[in-house]
């Protein structure tokens, strides 16, 4: 008995066949997409459990120095603080960190995304304005 062979000539039209097989498809569907709402609310500082205010930094305080700093804070979704960072400077690198060092020891409410808490930044702003006499 003998087998028949195949021509190496067809062998191309056989290749192009099974790889049209395989080109991807696109399926069109006269269905409006609806976007799906997200109810998102930023982390924030709970203020009344901070201890004290930033602690103004003696030099600060003695050239009456001044100024407003921004910080980006990041949240866990337990509340913890897991990181703070001088989003704007106040131009005095001490009176900076003193507001992250304040900020630190205030307790946090998570960020929420559909109700849950999830991980999120947030920014608080302080302002150092030397007392008066």
Known sequence: MT????????????LSTLAGCA???????N???TPVAVDVTPA???????????????AAKQEKRHGNVALAFHVDADGTLLESKVKHSSGHADLDEAARVGLA???????T?????????AE??????PATE
């Open 31 to 33: 269905q409006p997409v």
């Open 105 to 111: 020891i205030c307790k946090f409410k998570a960020a």
């Open 23 to 29: 080109a991807s498809t696109t399926v069109q569907s």
């Open 113 to 121: 995304e559909n109700g849950k808490p999830v991980r999120g930044w």
């Open 44 to 58: 924030t500082v709970i203020f009344g459990t901070c201890p004290q205010k930033p602690v103004y930094p003696e």
């Open 3 to 14: 087998r028949p062979s195949l021509s190496l000539a067809i062998l191309p039209i056989i």
């Open 124 to 129: 608080v702003k302080y302002r150092w304005v």
